[in-house]
């Protein structure tokens, strides 16, 4: 079992997630969606201990439970899976807020 980010942390990466995560799960990644643009976070799930401390955390509700992922949020699950790929990011920093965030007003 793992966290899930999601959509809604496209562009946005707030990053206030990364200082409460206990393992450094967190790795920034280019959107993987196919023929998507933008940035995001992803939880490594061989690293994420399942502790729920970043839930809370995140202004636009983009993480969630492995089990708890939204119908329409399910391909992130595997999507996650790839954040081995990415750099790790050890510690907050400010927020994207870029082109496709689509709640730059969030926190
Ligand atoms: Fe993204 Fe939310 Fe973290 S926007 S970077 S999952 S605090």
């Known amino acids: 079992m793992s966290y899930i980010v999601t959509e809604a942390c496209v562009d946005c990466v707030y990053t206030s997630c990364v200082d409460v995560c206990p393992v450094e799960a967190f790795h920034e990644a280019p959107n ?59 510690s907050s920093k400010d927020p994207l807020k870029g082109p496709k965030c689509a709640n730059p007003n969030a926190d």
Do not use: M
């Not at 994420?48 to 401390?53: E, G, P, R, S």
């Not at 492995?66 to 119908?71: K, L, S």
């Not at 329409?72 to 899976?81: H, P, V, Y």
């Open 32 to 90: 993987p969606k196919e023929g998507a643009e933008g940035t995001i976070l992803l939880i490594n799930p061989d690293s994420c201990v399942d502790c729920d401390a970043c839930v809370p955390e995140c202004p636009v509700e983009a993480i969630f439970e492995e089990d708890n992922v939204p119908e329409d949020q399910q391909e992130w699950i595997e999507l996650n899976a790839t954040a081995e790929n990415h750099p790790i990011v050890p």
